[in-house]
């Protein structure tokens, strides 16, 4: 949880200082989008062999590399603030970022657990460090901007990274999957992951809570720009939507042991749904604040309950494979999402891609009530059957 949360800080803070560096530049708001999707460039074409990398070599060298990825990247624009900086500055802090999420992801669902129900919750506790880090850099990075400027903003969000480099002494330099991923190299790739049904649901529903994640992370500098809103009220407008995430995740091991994983994901994105269906709509700064805080709680149900899912349904030796083809799917949507609607937004507003993404979670809320498929004796998956978690065959 504290790797998480110092490690993240930066990301979180120095996305949303790079975006108003932009705008404040007169960039534009296709800029903004484009770095914003420069965050997932790199990990959408490797965050496979991030995973890979935890399940051969132990997940201490792998964290310590994103983190050192991430110190650079933000202290780069805080040494020379210009464009070229920030989108330097986004390479490598959302590539930081995967690596280092992968293989802690991996980490702690490789620990021992008697249910389902402690996996969610495990994975509950650990998203937390995430979300309090998304509350606090947008918070952090808006304050800054505001008092000292863009170049004490990044500097203070470094401190971050280095305690989060400190701190990595505390994981494990060993994986127990170590010896049977060497045994599984090779075998299928990311076909032979989406060949099973229930691998190829699960990943549809990462996808969409991905997108609708995505969406609003660019989409909330820009609806506060518009609005005119200070640098400081766009922080807490994201801090909002981040406060969502922590107060949701906090929750996560009391709904885990209640509702289960595909239970949880429907009602997250039935309220995703209903979100971006106003969003276009506030009247008042007070309504997009709380709807920031909704959305926040909608998508923050996501990661917890999808990683419990994959840690039950992926091969043995493999399951940072699936994490990473997960984040995949994930830095995809956040290279897509920032600049396909970036360019929509600044043609037609913001009324269209709220719309679609609403329809797009309508359809995972509708896929997460009818449960996961039944596995035939040739998928790659493993098979299990839990009524208590489902209350249907998985």
């Excluded at 999420?101 to 620990?111: F, I, K, P, T, Y």
């Excluded at 509350?135 to 903003?153: H, K, Q, S, T, W």
């Excluded at 929750?251 to 997250?268: F, Q």
């Excluded at 009818?370 to 998985?394: C, I, N, Y």
Aim: hydrophobic share 55%; net charge positive.
């Amino acid at each position: 949880m504290a790797i998480m949360l110092c490690g993240h800080v930066a990301v979180s803070g120095g996305r949303v200082a790079a975006s108003l560096f932009a705008l404040d530049s007169g960039a534009g708001e296709s800029s903004v989008g484009f770095i914003v999707g420069l965050y997932a460039a790199v990990s959408a074409v490797f965050a496979m062999h991030f995973g890979r990398w935890s399940d051969r070599f132990g997940p201490r060298a792998v964290v310590r590399g994103g983190l050192a990825l991430i110190l650079f990247g933000i202290a780069l624009p805080a040494i020379w603030p210009s464009l070229p900086a920030m989108y330097c500055s986004a390479v490598c802090c959302g590539t930081g970022i995967t690596v280092i999420s992968v293989a802690v992801q991996h980490a702690v669902g490789n620990l021992p657990v008697a249910t389902a129900g402690e996996r969610i919750a495990l994975f509950g506790w650990l998203t937390v460090g995430h979300s309090v880090s998304s509350v606090l850099g947008p918070f952090v990075a808006g304050a800054m901007i505001d008092l000292a400027g863009f170049r004490a903003a990044f500097a203070s969000l470094a401190l971050g990274s280095v305690a989060a480099i400190v701190l990595s002494a505390r994981v494990p330099a060993d994986h127990v999957d170590a010896d049977i991923a060497e045994d599984e190299k090779g075998r299928g790739g990311w076909r032979g992951l989406l060949g099973s049904p229930v691998l190829r649901r699960i990943y549809l529903l990462t996808g969409v809570n991905a997108v609708a994640w995505d969406a609003f992370t660019f989409l909330g500098p820009v609806l506060g720009h518009r609005a005119q809103l200070s640098a400081t009220a766009i922080g807490i407008m994201m801090s909002c939507f981040a406060s969502g995430t922590l107060a949701v995740r906090l929750a996560t091991p009391w709904l885990g042991h209640r509702l289960g994983e595909l239970r949880i994901l429907t009602l997250s994105f039935s309220l995703i749904t209903l979100v971006y269906l106003a969003l276009p709509f506030p009247g008042w700064i007070g309504l997009l604040f709380a709807l920031a805080f909704l959305l926040g709680a909608g998508v923050g149900c996501g990661q917890p309950n999808v990683l419990s899912l994959l840690h039950h349904h992926a091969p043995a030796g493999r399951v940072g494979e699936a994490i990473g083809l997960r984040s995949v799917f994930g830095n995809l949507s956040g290279v897509a999402v920032p600049w396909g609607f970036g360019l929509t937004v600044a043609a037609l507003g913001t009324w269209p891609v709220c719309w679609a993404i609403a329809l797009a979670a309508g359809v995972a809320s509708r896929k997460a009530r009818a449960g996961l498929p039944v596995e035939s004796e040739s998928s790659p998956a493993l098979t299990a059957v839990d009524e208590g978690k489902t209350g249907r065959p998985v």
